[in-house]
């Protein structure tokens, strides 16, 4: 069974752009999650999306935003980007409970 | 919401030490987890444990939710072994949505 893939791994963008990140859960998984991972703050949950339905958001300002489409991929977008937007960005998708499985991440850089 | 805290935030062994990592959470929980982040960033799951013991080879762990803890021990270390070690957990009230301790960073020295 293939595992969670994210892309692109490694995106370098300028800032007041936006980007698109994608991220393609394990089959039959219905569940996916986002998160952004920084030195300073750790693993912060961005959002969750379940059956293309946004069902949790984490504290992130509306610039951040994601969507999720039938086949249960799902992608984030964020606008305007600053630097500070700099981070691994890892998605993780599960059944609708239990263990959460973990794509390779996308680091972006802001420049 | 919950608090997460993962001890101690640093560890170096010696290859063929044990350890154990400790996580404390502020809640009840539905969901605990275990990762090893790997040099490329992964997170990679080492277990799924809300309650009870597991043991996958030279690791385990356990989790007494009544206490709000959990352990994971690492037995005969290996430099394979390092690494950032975190716990997460997902609230009672919070399906889907994983709150992360800070993680504890493993150098096993050969």
Not at chain 1, 7 to 25: A, D, E, M, N, W
Not at chain 2, 48 to 72: D, F, H, M
Request: a positive charge; glycine letters at 10%.
């Amino acid at each position: 069974k293939a595992g969670v893939t994210q892309t692109p791994r490694y995106l370098i963008k300028t800032r007041g752009q936006q980007v698109t990140l994608s991220c393609s859960p394990i089959s039959g998984h219905r569940s996916v999650s986002w998160y952004q991972q920084t030195p300073g703050q750790g693993l912060q949950f961005l959002f969750e999306y379940f059956s293309e339905t946004q069902r949790n958001k984490g504290n992130f300002p509306g610039r951040f935003s994601g969507r999720q489409f039938s086949n249960s991929r799902s992608e984030m977008n964020v606008s305007t980007l600053e630097l500070g937007d700099s981070a691994l960005y890892l998605c993780a998708s599960s059944l609708e409970v239990g263990t959460a499985f973990f794509g390779q991440g996308t680091r972006l850089t802001v420049v | 919401g919950i608090q997460v805290e993962q001890s101690p935030p640093d560890l170096i062994l010696q290859e063929g030490a044990n350890s154990t990592l400790r996580c404390n959470f502020s809640d009840s929980v539905n969901n605990l987890q275990w990762f090893h982040q790997n040099p490329w960033g992964q997170l990679i799951n080492l277990f799924y444990i809300p309650s009870g013991t597991k043991q996958n080879g030279r690791l385990s762990a356990t989790t007494v939710a009544t206490e709000r803890y959990s352990l994971l021990y690492i037995s005969s270390s290996q430099t394979t072994d390092s690494g950032v070690y975190f716990c997460a957990v997902v609230g009672s009230s919070n399906t889907g949505k994983l709150i992360f301790g800070q993680g504890t960073t493993l150098q096993v020295k050969p």
